[in-house]
């Protein structure tokens, strides 16, 4: 058997101490990387939870105003047939 000497144990210790703290920057890159990407997804909910809350707005706007329209041509469709009534007693009386 080999027998270990200090500087051998002192060398590996150094490597080691190499190894984890490179170990500590890959954690570290990793970390500020999540809480990046978390803070995204963050600003992403918030963004789209205002963008749900616009279309349901603009959703019942546009239902008032399909009912606008809708009112608006039954009207007309009303007048007009009132219009071709007179036209009709217009023609008859002409003929």
Known sequence: MTEISNNDLFTAIKE????????KKTVGS?????????????????????IRTEMNEMKV?????????????????NELLDAKA???LLQKEVY
Not at 32 to 50: F, G, N, P, Q, Y
Not at 61 to 76: C, F
């Open 16 to 23: 080691l101490a190499t190894d984890v703290n490179d170990v």
């Open 61 to 77: 706007e546009l239902k008032h105003d399909i009912r606008k329209v809708d009112e608006k041509v039954g009207r007309l469709s």
């Open 30 to 50: 990793i970390e500020s990387r999540v809480t990046s990407i978390e803070d995204r997804v963050s600003d992403l909910e918030k963004e789209t939870k205002a």
């Open 86 to 88: 007179d036209i009709s």
